[in-house]
């Protein structure tokens, strides 16, 4: 194996870092994208849930109500 002189390994190393950076930028801006998606589906979520209720009210007050007898 042959020596590298010290500018070389500087630059490789420099590079290195930087390849080490973008990947963590890249990793954390995944993150934040995955997050973003998990809160939508939360909210689409609630939106379903309020929207079941709403139904199940509306069919509640359609039911023909016959008096009960005591």
Not at 12 to 33: F, G, H, K, P, Y
Not at 48 to 62: A, H, P
Request: hydrophobic content about 35%; glycine content about 0%.
């Amino acid at each position: 194996m042959k020596n590298n002189p010290p500018e070389l390994s500087f630059y490789s190393t420099a590079v290195s870092e930087n390849l080490a950076d973008r990947v963590d930028l890249e990793r954390q801006r995944l993150d934040i994208e995955l997050a973003k998606l998990r809160l939508l589906e939360l909210d689409k979520r609630i939106e379903l849930e309020k929207l079941q209720l709403l139904q199940k009210e509306d069919d509640e007050s359609k039911e023909v109500k016959k008096p009960r007898l005591v």
